[in-house]
């Protein structure tokens, strides 16, 4: 499927989250999709990394997940990890629709408790759910981080105090540097250090 046919899908997906969301009371029957400023952005910071394993926490209907298929190397994919049976069932859907349903894998289930059973090296983790168990979470796959990995977690101008945990466990890192991008809800970015996981070599020059 080309280029222009993923962005007709999500141009869709948009206007009808948005509308769905509008309307919608139930806080579970909303889509609470990224937008469309931050999915670019992380399409930015992704693509060029080439990743082979991305993991997302949170499909929703699968909108962003669709960002991050078309971010992923050639052979790579995409993990996504949601508790509603309904929406990962879009989700399917949507990526089918989209031609990226192969280059995905998607889990129901507890995310802290399906995280535990994930294998690494994972290279790109995006954070877009529950953010008060995302600390619980971000342990349990710092082992399994590759050498160049990049964390990104949205929501952090919108729900700062939900938040507010990540962030800290992020500072805790200290072979990673942050920051926070103020575009849509606010995104948080962290990337592991070119040289962190690099024996040092002072004095061994000869």
């Not at 499927?1 to 909303?30: A, C, H, P, Y």
């Amino acid at each position: 499927m080309s280029d222009s046919q993923v962005q007709t899908i999500l141009k869709e997906l948009e206007f009808w989250g948005q509308e769905n969301d509008r309307v919608q009371t139930d806080r579970s029957r909303k889509m609470l999709n990224l937008d469309r400023e931050t999915a670019e952005l992380v399409r930015a910071l992704v693509v060029g990394r080439q990743p082979r394993r991305i993991l997302e926490i949170g499909t929703s209907n699968g909108y962003s997940t669709i960002w991050l298929a078309t971010s992923v190397a050639p052979d790579g994919r995409v993990t996504s990890i949601d508790h509603n049976p309904h929406k990962l069932q879009m989700a399917k859907e949507n990526l089918k629709r989209a031609g990226l349903l192969g280059r995905t894998e998607l889990l129901l289930g507890n995310a802290s408790e399906v995280v535990r059973s994930i294998d690494g090296p994972i290279d790109v983790v995006f954070f877009d759910a529950d953010r008060l168990s995302a600390p619980e979470q971000l342990a349990l796959l710092v082992p399994k981080l590759s050498v160049n990995a990049l964390l990104l977690a949205d929501n952090v101008l919108s729900h700062p105090e939900q938040i507010a945990g990540y962030l800290a466990a992020i500072h805790e890192l200290a072979d990673f540097e942050h920051t926070i991008v103020p575009v849509g809800k606010g995104l948080s970015v962290a990337y592991r250090l070119a040289d962190a996981m690099t024996p040092a070599c002072d004095g061994m020059k000869t």
